[in-house]
């Protein structure tokens, strides 16, 4: 196995028609980048994560990433967002169905076994000059390092570290 630890699929929503783009592997260290405003789903090789937190560290403002990955039938989620400079946390609510957390501001999760389904967002941006460096028509985000989405998944078989699921891409 290596360093490999999984996969990343970038998936998006044409005409309500979910359409996979890319994949490419996970190492044991992962740092993902790419595009907003389409979905990131993440498959870990032993199983789902009960435990996982991801950190939107370059979302600019405005925009969002769809976060999903692959959790068995009857998992329960406690879904927060925190920041470490910011304080506080918020608890995120369950959602009836995907339409509400693409309409929300992530704030709301959405779980239709297989799929958990996150609309990831910076809360503390602010579109302000001061959050990028911009010359001649390109500009680079700041990194922040403090917005966090912690997923706490209880599965039904009870057991530890990893819960048993196939990996399969969303087709919403």
Known sequence: MGSQAGTSTL???????????????????PQITGVSKVGWHISVDPGAPR???????????GQWVLFASNYPT???????????????????T????????????GDKYYFSAPHLYIKMIDRY????????????????YNVYTDNFYNIDATCSDGGTGFCAVANTVPTV
């Open 11 to 29: 998936f998006y929503l044409d005409q309500g028609v979910s359409r996979v783009n890319k994949t490419s592997l996970i190492t044991k260290n």
């Open 51 to 61: 435990t996982m937190r991801v950190g939107s560290f370059q979302i600019p403002f």
């Open 74 to 92: 009857g998992t329960t989620f406690n879904v927060t967002v925190s920041s470490r400079n910011y304080g506080g946390m918020k608890i995120l």
């Open 94 to 105: 369950k959602a009836a169905n995907l339409d509400e957390v693409m309409q929300g501001n």
């Open 125 to 140: 941006r602010t579109g302000a000059a001061t959050e990028y460096w911009e010359s001649h028509g390109a500009r680079l």
